[in-house]
């Protein structure tokens, strides 16, 4: 299935929604603006478009295989891996210094965005090095960072993230590998971690493993999570006590090698500790919000080649006279308006969710690198609440849009030769992995809404009342987006102000919709920024700008209005008055 880039589109989110512009003001991105981010996209759309997008298919049919503790990749991985690391793309987003770019990470979002429609398998493993290296950057010392961060840029190396074990899935308190001090400033790990992506293969020299683990004597729980960095082969070039027990068969992303590694079969895993004993969780979070807001652009990358598909086929099959009569007999289905509904279905929920990703990419700028304190707490804030709804929605949002990929096929689509099947499959884990739906609809519930009584929650939905403001002003299609928009905006109020009135009280009542609650706001900033988009486009039109593009965004803004926020009752209603009729059931009549 033929793969092209989203550039243009890609372009005008970052430039119109996501600021990129006023990004080159802040200190160390003053060369990051439109013309660095036009070369950056248009180099890293020939890399995953020639290169990495024609293995996507070659790795569901030969996927990583297991031998005798060793991992050997799809071929044409190592090739492609090597091509995508001496171009220097793992290191966009890094430190120069430690040789990275040193580019924001709303250029570096759009570059993954790219890999992971081109080939969701390969992308997971530069996916992960980019957790091991921010969280490195927040909590490893200067030598850990010398050490580790330069060959994990280089790709001479690549980061796993070992949280998973048998008994501790969405419940991480439940960790129990253990670490004992060495004696020597290091530890000794011994415990099973499971699911771990990437955990072996043969596309590096090296693979440094995050592992979280308990020293002991640490307090039960949490709170008793220290993080240790173990490289598979240490500095002395001995392999250390690691061993790749096997990798899983699965669904979809057959590419990716899903280890079972156990730690310490003989005297223990070498590992040393990263930041401070029992603090590793919240160093792990680091590393699990970039990855999360990475999965989530996952998401997006997907539905956005599933896309691509669906209309291609529907322009072509031929089944059934228009409607319309516009033409004499059997026509192209992408005539038929249900055929139009699906693909616009699509294109508005990958639009939509890109929009939402691309502006909590330039957020997470923002608290990086903006001078001002408070500006920099703001963004902070923001892109923490945003981060669920990145991964939430935009992943369960895939599966949707890449099974739509299917019905526009019709039988064609449910044959594995057309490539929509895989896509499907290879999206069922996105909404599982780095935490489940339910797991990121909790913390949008607690940490996100609760926690700061809403004031995060409260200070979107004021901006999104300017948006309305702007977008009555403007008129035409636009005021028909600004009731939507505003009949969405106030549910959502109404759920915020629900939540925080019961969530102590009643936590049952409140969790039970959380799902529903980061659908209805995910839907909301979605539907709020392509709303924005659809102010730029108009300004742009007014100017006799790119019409065909510009209109474009204008029906498509139209559409999710109304197909999409219009939603939004219904979900305010399942949070606000659904929840007995989830719990009421005995747990015996099930
Ligand atoms: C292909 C693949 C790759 C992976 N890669 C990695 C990796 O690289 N590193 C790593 O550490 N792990 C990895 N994982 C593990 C993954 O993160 C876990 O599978 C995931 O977090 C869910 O845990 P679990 O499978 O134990 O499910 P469980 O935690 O047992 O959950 C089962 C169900 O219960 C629900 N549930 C559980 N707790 C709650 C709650 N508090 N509230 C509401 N609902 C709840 C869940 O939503 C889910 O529907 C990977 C998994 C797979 C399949």
Redesign the pocket.
């Given at each position: 299935m033929i793969y092209r880039a989203p550039v243009k589109d890609m372009l005008f989110t970052m430039k119109e929604l996501a600021g990129l512009d006023e990004l080159t003001k802040l200190p160390g991105f003053e060369d990051a603006g439109e013309e660095t981010a036009a070369t950056v996209l248009a180099a890293s759309a020939k890399l995953t478009e020639d290169v990495v997008a024609p293995l996507n298919a070659t790795g569901d049919k030969n996927p990583s295989s297991f031998k005798d503790g060793q991992v050997t990749t799809t071929p044409g991985f190592k090739d492609a891996f090597q091509q995508y690391v001496e171009g220097g793309w793992q290191g966009v987003q890094h430190p120069p210094a430690l040789g990275g770019q040193g580019l924001p990470k709303l250029i570096s979002a759009a570059c993954m965005e790219m890999l992971d429609s081109a080939n969701l398998s390969f992308a997971l493993c530069p996916l992960?090095t980019d957790g091991a290296i921010e969280a490195l950057l927040v909590a490893g010392t200067p030598e850990q960072q010398q050490a580790y961060v330069p060959n994990l840029i280089a790709g001479k190396w690549t980061g796993?993230?070992?949280?998973?074990e048998p008994q501790a899935?969405?419940?991480l308190a439940l960790v129990s590998t253990r670490a004992d001090p060495g004696g020597d400033g290091t530890y000794r790990l011994h415990g099973t971690?499971v699911?771990?992506?990437y955990g072996e293969h043969d596309l590096s020299e090296n693979i440094i493993h995050l592992v979280l683990a308990r020293v002991a004597g640490a307090p039960e729980g949490v709170k008793g999570i220290s993080l240790f960095i173990c490289p598979k082969v240490l500095a002395d070039g001995t392999r250390n006590d690691i061993q790749c027990v096997s990798i899983?068969h699965?669904l979809g992303?057959k590419a990716s090698p899903?280890a079972v590694l156990q730690f310490g079969d003989a005297d223990g895993a070498v590992g040393y500790l990263v930041g401070k004993e029992n603090r590793g969780l919240e160093y792990m979070f680091v590393m699990m919000n970039a990855a999360r807001y990475a999965v989530g652009v996952q998401g997006v990358g997907v539905a956005e080649r599933a896309y691509q598909g669906a209309v291609a086929y529907a322009r072509e099959r031929i089944q059934g006279r228009p409607l319309d009569g516009s033409l004499p007999g059997a026509g192209p289905i992408i005539n038929h308006p249900d055929v139009r509904r699906m693909l616009m279905t699509m294109r508005a929920l990958t639009e939509g969710s890109r929009a939402m990703a691309l502006v909590a990419a330039a957020m997470h700028d923002v608290a990086h690198a903006h001078p001002d304190e408070a500006v920099r707490a703001r963004n902070q804030a923001a892109y923490e609440f945003l981060v669920p709804l990145v991964k939430g929605f935009s992943t369960e949002m895939s599966v949707e849009v890449a099974s739509l990929g299917i019905q526009v096929r019709g039988g064609a689509g449910y044959i594995e030769e057309s490539g929509a099947p895989q896509l499907m499959r290879d999206a069922r884990?996105l909404s599982?992995?780095?935490?489940?739906?339910?797991?990121q609809a909790?913390g949008l519930v607690g940490r996100k809404t609760m926690r700061d009584g809403g004031r995060t929650a409260r200070a979107l939905a004021g901006m999104m009342e300017e948006t309305e403001a702007a977008l009555q002003t403007q008129g035409g299609t636009a005021v028909v987006v600004a009731a939507r928009l505003g009949t969405a905006r106030k549910a959502f109020l109404e759920v915020v102000d629900f939540v925080l009135k019961h969530g102590k009280s009643n936590p049952n009542a409140v969790f039970a919709g959380a799902v529903p609650y980061l659908m209805l706001t995910s839907q909301l900033v979605a539907g709020w920024q392509l709303a924005r988009g659809l102010l730029a486009a108009e300004r742009s039109l007014a100017r006799g700008v790119d019409a065909d593009f510009m209109r474009a965004k204008v029906v498509t803004a139209r559409f999710f209005a109304d197909h999409v926020l219009s939603q939004a009752q219904s979900w305010r209603d399942r949070v606000v008055e659904g929840a007995s009729s989830i719990t009421d059931l005995s747990l015996d009549s099930f």
């Open positions: 992960l796993t993230m070992n949280l998973t899935g969405s419940d971690k699911f771990i992506t899983e699965k992303i899903t884990i599982i992995y780095e935490g489940t739906t339910a797991i909790n």
